[in-house]
């Protein structure tokens, strides 16, 4: 999970046999690795935790590296971090929040309740994109101004800390830190680059449809990419003689980097539990008024035709766009066989994992046939992992992104609800509609507009989640007054959502992470990331329009 207020973050692995049982190196590659191998992010990104039997990765501060970017190189360090709210975003966001409450007129068809919610949603949001603090604590500044304000009762506040969605997103990051604890799915991409991994177009097909297969049992697009795919795709570089921040990053390791960025996009939009927004922009749509039967299927079933048809596609277009120098990695096959005869047989704990994943899957695929909740089999199966000890409860607490994702996607998703209850929603989807209206458009082309503008927009954010958070219940509210059919607007409304986030380094937690590795400089990551938007939209588009027919969306 990403956020708003990302910091900066060094991985570093404890021990080289992580690296080293990748390849058997020749004497004179050695040097490559180093007995501790770091992983740097841009200035964005958020500290993350992950744990492994095999390799223990930790996130640390840290401003310098060899592998850093060469404009950090000189730049001294602070003696301390700094105290308190930046006071320029903070003075940007109050304006704002003063300006909507004060100095604009407020429409008739709006209460005063629901304007001055309104003023107190955009001063949060505002805050959140701009980051005067980080976005927990901002988002729990809101949440008090709401209350301070008497715009919402305590109780109203707070009561979508009891919504089962936000404890589903907690819990989807408890499963992530078993899952890389355990090492399963180290496992499971050595797999892959033994299988597909021949050449650098087939290695980086691996990767990506092991990032797909993932997204089913590691919910967590951040935890996919931080704990699991930026460490092997690190090691393959180095071994392979491609240094980030060097001229021989073109080698091999921009290429990976750029590929399994685009493709985690189209992961992520595959399946409901692949994402924490997925979950977050079902919950929004139910509050719009647009309710999914049997969520998991529904959902599967619409992306899953232009997804496949996404994946087969990205790797190649990269390839002809951003081609690698290195064309062929014959060793890498070996070199993952070696890793896998040191890795050993699956650990009993692996297997727990395995187990639990099935199951809980199982539930939410047939769970509401038997009256399960979807938050009631993440509970379930987080319950064996700590029964049967894959994980123990300081993992959980330990988990900070988790209990911070659960506070600040409570005050949106409530501040959110209260908005559509008060009619808020009502009043700007009617005033969008009567401009489509005026314009007379028919509802194909709306949609193709409010879509377009729903991706561009997501420039001003730093969050996926964030972004659904602020804008979706507007944007689908807007769609379905302009007469475009509710479910297939809510799910390709999420279904942009989740291609959005390699549109810069900044776009969501796994584009930062990435982008801080060091191997693709910040003028590709915009060139590429807008060009492979165009293409994602034209693909998803193009197949989608027919499968969305076929299947009666519209």
């Excluded at 979950?279 to 749509?285: F, M």
């Excluded at 479910?487 to 959502?497: E, K, M, P, S, T």
């Amino acid at each position: 999970m990403e956020s708003f207020a990302l910091r900066s973050v060094s991985t570093s692995a404890s021990s080289s046999a992580f690296f080293h049982s990748l390849r058997r190196f020749p004497s004179k590659q050695l040097s490559l690795l180093q007995s501790s191998i770091s992983v740097y992010s841009s200035p964005t990104v958020r500290s993350l935790y992950t744990f492994s039997p095999r390799c223990s990765l930790r996130a640390s501060v840290s401003a310098s590296s060899p592998y850093s970017s060469p404009e950090k190189h000189n730049e001294p360090q602070s003696s301390s971090p700094p105290q308190g709210a930046k006071l320029v975003p903070l003075a940007v966001s109050v304006s704002i929040g003063l300006i909507v409450r004060f100095l604009i007129r407020r429409p008739e068809q709006v209460t005063s309740q629901g304007w001055q919610l309104l003023s107190v949603f955009l001063f949060t949001v505002s805050g959140l994109v701009l980051g005067p603090l980080p976005v927990g604590a901002w988002a729990f500044i809101g949440l008090t101004a709401s209350v301070v304000t008497k715009t919402l009762s305590f109780s109203a506040a707070f009561a979508a800390f009891t919504n089962e969605l936000i404890w589903l997103i907690a819990i989807s990051f408890f499963f992530a830190r078993g899952f890389i604890k355990t090492g399963l799915g180290d496992r499971i991409a050595t797999y892959f680059v033994k299988w597909l991994g021949k050449s650098t177009l087939g290695l980086s097909y691996g990767l990506a449809f092991c990032e797909t297969l993932m997204g089913l049992i590691m919910p967590s697009t951040m935890a996919r990419a931080g704990g699991v795919f930026l460490p092997v795709i690190k090691s393959l570089s180095l071994s392979s003689g491609s240094k980030p921040g060097d001229p021989s990053s073109r080698k091999l390791g921009s290429f990976l980097i750029q590929t399994q960025l685009q493709c985690s996009g189209t992961s992520g939009a595959l399946l409901l539990t692949s994402a924490a927004q997925n979950l977050l922009c079902l919950k929004l749509a139910r509050e719009v008024g647009v309710v999914l039967t049997n969520p998991w299927v529904t959902w599967f079933k619409a992306a899953s035709v232009p997804a496949f048809a996404s994946l087969l596609c990205t790797p190649l277009i990269i390839y002809k766009l951003y081609p690698p120098e290195l064309k062929h990695t014959p060793e890498a096959p070996a070199a993952a066989a070696t890793k896998l005869d040191r890795l050993g047989p699956i650990t009993k704990n692996e297997w727990i994992m395995l187990g639990a994943m099935a199951f809980t899957v199982s539930l939410w695929i047939f769970g509401e046939a038997v009256g399960i909740a979807s938050v009631v089999s993440a509970m379930i199966g987080l319950s064996t992992l700590l029964l049967l000890g894959v994980i123990n409860w300081n993992d959980c607490l330990s988990d900070k992104s988790a209990w911070d994702s659960l506070t600040w996607f409570a005050v949106l998703i409530g501040m959110s609800g209260q908005l559509t209850n008060l009619g808020v929603v009502a009043w700007m989807s009617d005033c969008v509609s009567k401009l489509l209206q005026s314009l007379s458009l028919a509802w194909p082309v709306s949609f193709v507009i409010l879509q377009a503008s729903y991706l561009l927009i997501h420039y001003l954010f730093a969050s996926q989640t964030g972004h659904a958070g602020a804008l979706y219940p507007a944007f689908l509210a807007m769609q379905i007054a302009a007469g475009v059919p509710g479910i297939l607007a809510a799910l390709c409304l999420a279904f942009n959502n989740n291609l959005s986030g390699a549109l810069a380094h900044y776009s969501s937690g796994p584009a930062a992470l990435y982008y801080g590795a060091g191997f693709v400089d910040l003028k590709d990551m915009f060139r590429l990331g807008f060009v492979m938007a165009i293409v994602q939209v034209i693909i998803w588009g193009f197949v989608g329009s027919f499968w969305w027919k076929f299947l009666g969306l519209y």
